[in-house]
T-cell receptor, first 112, second 113 residues
Framework: QKEVEQDPGPLSVPEGAIVSLNCTYS??????FMWYRQYSRKGPELLMY????GNKEDGRFTAQVDKSSKYISLFIRDSQPSDSATYLC????????????FGQGTILTVHP | DVKVTQSSRYLVKRTGEKVFLECVQD?????MFWYRQDPGLGLRLIYF???????EKGDIPEGYSVSREKKERFSLILESASTNQTSMYLC????????????FGPGTRLTVT
């Protein structure tokens, strides 16, 4: 069983839709939960991070972490074509020289 | 602005060749990482380094080695390339503290024929 599971999609939605991306994990030692965004032919970039459980909002993006269920989510409101990318969840125990564990990535397409 | 550069965007090599992939970062980061990215498998860590001349195996180190002689440069070596090493290779770097943020290069698409 992988430590982090993410539905690879692909996910295709119309512009303006609410998008929900999810990951589950098995290692209860994870303390930091990140979402990276990767545009085509580019490397991933950090979009948001959350420490421990709770919600974090940044504009149209909301990250949620439920450590009791070992489940994290990223919501995108009013999705735009420019949101089309691969979204990768990532997790870190807070030790081990910054070694992150990534999910498989979800390919999202927002069509006009 | 942090910059991580990789020596090639595309590379085609023959089976059995020795292949060098180079990565340079300009932010004085202590940590550097090499991943490969394959469809459906996500990012898998090959090796990482937390200091000059220090290295640790990641999840899939077989068939690879690394070198870090200077803080800003981290090289990935395929001793004898095989077709199953055809992949996208991504280099990343981060500070020792606050390491949840890794900065990635644009990737090298390696094809082994």
């Amino acid at each position: 069983q992988k430590e982090v599971e993410q539905d690879p999609g692909p996910l295709s939605v119309p512009e303006g839709a609410i998008v929900s991306l999810n990951c589950t994990y098995s290692n209860s030692a994870f303390q930091y939960f990140m979402w990276y965004r990767q545009y085509s032919r580019k490397g991933p970039e950090l979009l948001m991070y959350t420490y421990s459980s709770g919600n974090k909002e940044d504009g149209r993006f909301t990250a949620q972490v439920d450590k009791s269920s070992k489940y994290i989510s990223l919501f995108i409101r009013d999705s735009q074509p420019s949101d089309s990318a691969t979204y990768l969840c990532a997790m870190w125990r807070g030790t081990s020289y910054g070694k992150l564990t990534f999910g498989q990535g979800t390919i999202l397409t927002v069509h006009p | 602005d942090v910059k991580v550069t990789q020596s090639s965007r595309y590379l085609v090599k023959r089976t059995g060749e020795k292949v060098f992939l180079e990565c340079v970062q300009d932010m004085d980061h202590e940590n550097m990482f090499w991943y490969r990215q394959d469809p459906g498998l996500g990012l898998r860590l090959i090796y990482f380094s937390y200091d000059v001349k220090m290295k640790e195996k990641g999840d899939i180190p077989e068939g690879y080695s690394v070198s870090r002689e200077k803080k800003e440069r981290f090289s990935l070596i395929l001793e004898s390339a095989s077709t199953n090493q055809t992949s996208m290779y991504l280099c990343a770097s981060s500070f020792r503290t606050g390491s949840y943020e890794q900065y990635f290069g644009p990737g090298t698409r390696l094809t082994v024929t």
